[in-house]
T-cell receptor, first 113, second 114 residues
Framework: EAQVTQNPRYLITVTGKKLTVTCSQN?????MSWYRQDPGLGLRQIYY???????DKGDVPEGYKVSRKEKRNFPLILESPSPNQTSLYFC????????????FGPGTRLTVT | GDSVTQMEGPVTLSEEAFLTINCTYT??????LFWYVQYPGEGLQLLLK???ADDKGSNKGFEATYRKETTSFHLEKGSVQVSDSAVYFC?????????????WGAGTKLIIKP
């Protein structure tokens, strides 16, 4: 089954404790991205990657890191989480940056206390 | 910059009612327009799209027409069901200064009562 998976689905952590949210797709997509969803703000892109070893900042990259060492995986790293990073996070992928249908993972609900 | 404006929700309707969710946009160039749907506890999925003016996208009984003259892409359905309860996002892409990034509206929550 074609899908984007994220783990964990739910995470509660404390300020400053490094965490990683994993994302994996099995569709051989080149393009992957991370979004955060906050009430009234819709989706905002954090980082994106057009291919292996190619990543770039989205609209709200501060406080986040990513890496793309393999085509299928695109982990999101919060080196020192803060409460303002409490949000719902989505990973998405598509065949290319210009392939507008993006396939989304189920989301990760992160709470930073 | 490019932007998408959706009507605020929640929108609450009775089953079999007619649905309209308004979406207007601001963009340079000739964007493609999309509606995505997010069911409770799930990620977003593409509902329909239109790539040029006067195109009509349709899927699962939903329709939206790309209106360049009014810069709008309103979502409509003739008879909604309880299973249509979800959050609906309007988005655009392809405008010259958005660099193919999807630009999202804030989302409209739809609640259908039996």
């Amino acid at each position: 089954e074609a899908q984007v998976t994220q783990n964990p689905r739910y995470l509660i952590t404390v300020t400053g404790k490094k965490l990683t949210v994993t994302c994996s797709q099995n569709m051989n997509h080149e393009y992957m991205s991370w979004y955060r969803q906050d009430p009234g703000l819709g989706l905002r892109q954090i980082y994106y990657s057009m291919n292996v070893e190619v990543t770039d900042k989205g609209d709200v990259p501060e406080g986040y890191k990513v890496s793309r060492k393999e085509k299928r995986n695109f982990p999101l790293i919060l080196e020192s989480p803060s409460p303002n990073q409490t949000s719902l996070y989505f990973c998405a992928s598509s065949f290319s940056q210009t392939s507008y249908e993006q396939y989304f993972g189920p989301g990760t609900r992160l709470t930073v206390t | 910059g490019d932007s998408v404006t959706q009507m605020e929700g929640p929108v609450t309707l009775s089953e079999e009612a007619f649905l309209t969710i308004n979406c207007t946009y601001t963009a340079t160039g000739y964007p493609s327009l999309f509606w995505y749907v997010q069911y409770p506890g799930e990620g977003l999925q593409l509902l329909l799209k239109a790539t040029k003016a006067d195109d009509k996208g349709s899927n699962k009984g939903f329709e939206a027409t790309y209106r360049k003259e009014t810069t709008s892409f309103h979502l409509e359905k003739g008879s909604v069901q309880v299973s249509d309860s979800a959050v609906y996002f309007c988005a655009l892409s392809g405008a010259t200064d958005s660099n193919y990034q999807l630009i999202w509206g804030a989302g409209t929550k739809l609640i259908i009562k039996p």
